[in-house]
């Protein structure tokens, strides 16, 4: 498979010294999913607005879809498809003429058109609503229109900048929906930004975790997950005394799949332990002739949320922007809304 | 390569008049300010005017045909000085990085914006023209005359919105540019020929108006409605107009490409 993007020591330094991507190298294979996750403030957009020529880079290089993004950058704009969190579609005019302006944009051949712009409209469900104004669309009705804006010219490769920011569950789900049919149907690739875990998890082939500019990890989600070792029991005890709970707890360091145990809060433990769900049975026997009782238990395995704390050190977190920053966060979320 | 950019051009002019088609009742607003203009001060000025004295110095009879070439371009003054808001907007709503993300040619939406804004501010004028010939003004060179007149009118809204756009692809900030502008346009009327004539004016003032590009624009249009095609006091101004226009247009380009491209 070949590589669609390769970026090397990619680098962002605003004016006034402010390190928004600081060095970052990774490769995205053709046809991935490949996801950039991270709080806000990250440098994941800044890093998306360099791969889409909308940023020069002030540092490193990168090649998307074989060209150099600042040397052959109107190559690189014809060639893929962007789609940004901020919901850009015109709400002065309807959807088909919002979808008729881009494929101006992308000098679709005039034969081809109406055709186009057809296809998208079906496949985004947006048919029936297409002679209507946008300001009457709803939030997700929009995101919608702007995601076919972004396939009308069929890009190999798609850029979606925060693709379900502000959205409900259920248009959520359709979003994601959209996403991986895309690349099951049109086999494009898909690099795409999120501060949602789950949203990673249930679309990325791969994910990098990036945190205050620097990738942190990049992994396949379950080799991430799994990169924080074991497995985890959590437990609570509902009776006996502390010398009790103690003896207990000597017992169950004592076997031979747990790695550790480590106090939360009141009477409740955690265990990292080895052998899975069996865990939960074997703990329990082991305590069945201690005065100890155990309340209940549960077997967990390390979310994403735990993959995140565990490499950047804290949870994903609201970081503030500049002040036009903030009022376009405003709008977009106002917009959404709707 | 030209047919790139004429064919990238068109499509940013073509949203801007879709949105402009649809936003009506904003164009008529705009005209209903000059006309209280015309009708209000026009009329209450012909009460002053219409006396040898003052005929002199208007070099017409009439105030209205004397004020109406100068409505006219504060109109276009005045839309063009808004005009930067649209790529203030643009950028807010993120649908600037939307073009700039497309294979567009840089220089492709600068202008379009501009044609679109010329186009608004052209269709206002004749508007106002069209009022003013109901309210009897009299334009000595014809239909011809309101042709040159709409021309120059275009023209000095193509400056206005070069500098507007110009402003906004610089300052990024709505307020930053509404103080500007709005620090600049009044003055900018009441230091020209466009409401009184030159010849009433202290030597000071009058030296100002002369050098005020509204006096470069409202003087051969004044000339065209009033006396007739005297060339040596057309050209002039229209020469110095045209420059003037290909300079704001070249820096706006440029600022665009510097600030926002």
């Given at each position: 498979?070949?590589?669609?993007?390769?970026?090397?020591?990619?680098?962002?330094?605003?004016?006034?010294?402010?390190?928004?991507?600081?060095?970052?190298?990774?490769?995205v294979?053709?046809?991935?999913?490949?996801?950039?996750?991270?709080?806000?403030?990250?440098?994941?957009?800044?890093t998306?607005?360099?791969?889409?020529?909308?940023?020069?880079?002030?540092?490193?290089?990168?090649?998307?879809?074989?060209?150099?993004?600042?040397?052959?950058?109107?190559?690189?704009?014809?060639?893929?498809?962007?789609?940004?969190?901020?919901?850009?579609?015109?709400?002065?005019l309807?959807?088909?003429?919002?979808?008729?302006?881009?494929?101006?944009?992308?000098?679709?051949?005039?034969?081809?058109?109406?055709k186009?712009?057809?296809?998208?409209?079906?496949?985004?469900?947006?048919?029936?609503?297409?002679?209507?104004?946008v300001?009457?669309?709803?939030?997700?009705?929009?995101?919608?229109?702007?995601?076919?804006?972004?396939?009308?010219?069929?890009?190999?490769?798609?850029?979606?900048?925060?693709?379900?920011l502000?959205?409900?569950i259920?248009?959520?789900?359709?979003?994601?929906?959209?996403?991986?049919?895309?690349?099951?149907?049109?086999?494009?690739?898909?690099?795409?930004?999120?501060?949602?875990?789950?949203?990673?998890?249930?679309?990325c082939?791969?994910?990098?975790?990036?945190?205050?500019?620097?990738?942190?990890?990049?992994?396949?989600?379950?080799?991430?997950?799994s990169?924080?070792?074991?497995?985890?029991?959590?437990?609570?005890?509902?009776?006996?005394?502390?010398?009790?709970?103690?003896?207990?707890?000597?017992?169950?360091?004592?076997?031979?799949?747990?790695k550790?145990?480590?106090?939360?809060?009141?009477?409740?433990?955690?265990?990292?332990v080895?052998?899975g769900?069996?865990?939960?049975?074997?703990?329990?026997?082991?305590?069945?002739?201690?005065?100890?009782?155990?309340?209940?238990?549960?077997?967990?395995?390390?979310?994403?949320?735990?993959?995140?704390?565990?490499?950047?050190?804290?949870?994903?977190?609201?970081?503030?922007?500049?002040?036009?920053?903030?009022?376009?966060?405003?709008?977009v979320?106002?917009?959404?809304?709707? | 390569?030209?047919?790139?950019i004429?064919?990238?051009?068109?499509w940013?002019?073509?949203?801007?008049?879709?949105?402009?088609?649809?936003?009506?009742?904003?164009?008529?607003?705009?005209?209903?300010?000059?006309?209280?203009?015309?009708?209000?001060?026009?009329?209450t000025?012909?009460?002053?005017?219409?006396?040898?004295?003052?005929?002199?110095?208007?070099?017409?009879?009439?105030?209205?045909?004397?004020?109406?070439p100068?409505?006219?371009?504060?109109?276009?003054?005045?839309?063009?000085?808004?005009?930067?808001?649209?790529?203030l907007?643009?950028?807010?709503?993120?649908?600037?990085?939307?073009?700039?993300a497309?294979?567009?040619?840089?220089?492709?939406?600068?202008?379009?914006?501009?044609?679109?804004?010329?186009?608004?501010?052209?269709?206002?004028?004749?508007?106002?023209?069209?009022?003013?010939?109901?309210?009897?003004?009299?334009?000595?060179?014809g239909?011809?005359?309101?042709?040159?007149?709409l021309?120059?009118v275009?023209?000095?809204?193509?400056i206005?919105?070069?500098?507007s756009?110009?402003?906004?692809?610089?300052?990024?900030?709505?307020?930053?540019?509404m103080?500007?502008?709005?620090?600049?346009?009044?003055?900018?009327?009441?230091?020209?020929?466009?409401?009184?004539?030159?010849?009433?004016?202290?030597?000071?003032?009058?030296?100002?108006?002369?050098?005020?590009?509204?006096?470069?624009?409202?003087?051969?249009?004044?000339?065209v409605?009033?006396?007739?095609?005297?060339?040596?006091?057309?050209?002039?101004?229209?020469?110095?107009?045209?420059?003037?226009?290909v300079?704001?247009?070249?820096?706006?380009?440029?600022?665009?490409?510097?600030?926002?491209a």
């Open positions: 498979m070949s590589e669609i993007i390769e970026a090397q020591g990619l680098a962002k330094i605003f004016p006034g010294g402010i390190k928004a991507v600081d060095g970052v190298s990774f490769s294979a053709e046809g991935e999913i490949f996801g950039f996750l991270g709080p806000n403030g990250a440098g994941k957009s800044t998306i607005a360099m791969l889409t020529t909308l940023l020069k880079p002030t540092g490193g290089t990168a090649r998307v879809a074989g060209m150099d993004i600042t040397r052959q950058a109107y190559n690189v704009r014809l060639a893929i498809g962007y789609v940004s969190q901020d919901l850009a579609v015109d709400d002065a309807t959807g088909y003429e919002n979808l008729r302006l881009q494929a101006g944009f992308y000098h679709i051949p005039r034969g081809e058109i109406a186009r712009i057809d296809e998208v409209l079906e496949m985004v469900g947006l048919k029936n609503r297409a002679k209507d104004l300001e009457t669309y709803s939030g997700g009705m929009r995101k919608r229109l702007d995601i076919a804006c972004g396939l009308i010219h069929r890009p190999k490769l798609l850029f979606l900048d925060e693709p379900t502000g959205l409900d259920q248009t959520r789900r359709e979003i994601w929906n959209y996403i991986n049919q895309l690349r099951a149907e049109a086999k494009m690739t898909i690099f795409l930004t999120t501060h949602y875990m789950d949203e990673a998890d249930a679309l082939d791969r994910i990098a975790i990036i945190d205050r500019g620097s990738i942190k990890v990049l992994d396949t989600p379950a080799g991430l997950k990169s924080l070792g074991s497995e985890i029991v959590v437990f609570e005890f509902a009776k006996g005394g502390p010398e009790d709970i103690n003896a207990a707890l000597n017992k169950i360091r004592g076997l031979g799949f747990v550790d145990v480590t106090k939360a809060g009141g009477k409740g433990y955690v265990a990292s080895t052998n769900e069996a865990s939960v049975p074997a703990i329990f026997d082991a305590l069945s002739g201690f005065a100890a009782k155990i309340g209940s238990i549960s077997f967990k395995q390390p979310s994403l949320d735990d993959v995140f704390l565990h490499y950047t050190g804290r949870e994903i977190r609201e970081n503030g922007g500049g002040k036009e920053d903030a009022v376009r966060a405003r709008m979320m106002r917009r959404m809304r709707r | 390569m030209i047919g790139v004429v064919h990238d051009t068109y940013v002019f073509w949203r801007e008049m879709k949105k402009l088609v649809r936003q009506k009742s904003r164009i008529m607003m705009a005209v209903v300010q000059p006309v209280v203009w015309l009708v209000l001060m026009g009329n000025m012909a009460g002053l005017t219409s006396n040898p004295v003052a005929a002199k110095m208007l070099g017409t009879g009439n105030y209205l045909d004397f004020m109406t100068g409505v006219m371009v504060m109109t276009a003054l005045f839309g063009g000085v808004f005009g930067g808001m649209s790529i907007w643009d950028r807010r709503l993120g649908f600037l990085n939307k073009m700039l497309a294979p567009i040619h840089r220089a492709a939406i600068p202008v379009g914006k501009l044609a679109a804004l010329t186009v608004q501010t052209v269709f206002q004028a004749l508007l106002i023209m069209l009022i003013g010939l109901l309210l009897g003004v009299h334009i000595s060179t239909i011809l005359g309101i042709g040159f007149l021309a120059m275009g023209l000095f809204g193509v206005m919105g070069g500098v756009l110009s402003l906004a692809a610089m300052l990024k900030s709505h307020e930053a540019l103080a500007i502008m709005n620090f600049f346009t009044m003055p900018l009327v009441f230091t020209s020929n466009a409401m009184f004539p030159t010849r009433a004016m202290p030597e000071w003032l009058r030296a100002i108006a002369d050098a005020n590009p509204l006096s470069y624009a409202v003087g051969p249009m004044r000339t409605a009033t006396r007739g095609w005297v060339w040596q006091e057309i050209w002039p101004g229209a020469l110095v107009l045209v420059i003037i226009a300079v704001t247009t070249s820096i706006l380009v440029r600022q665009f490409h510097r600030s926002v």
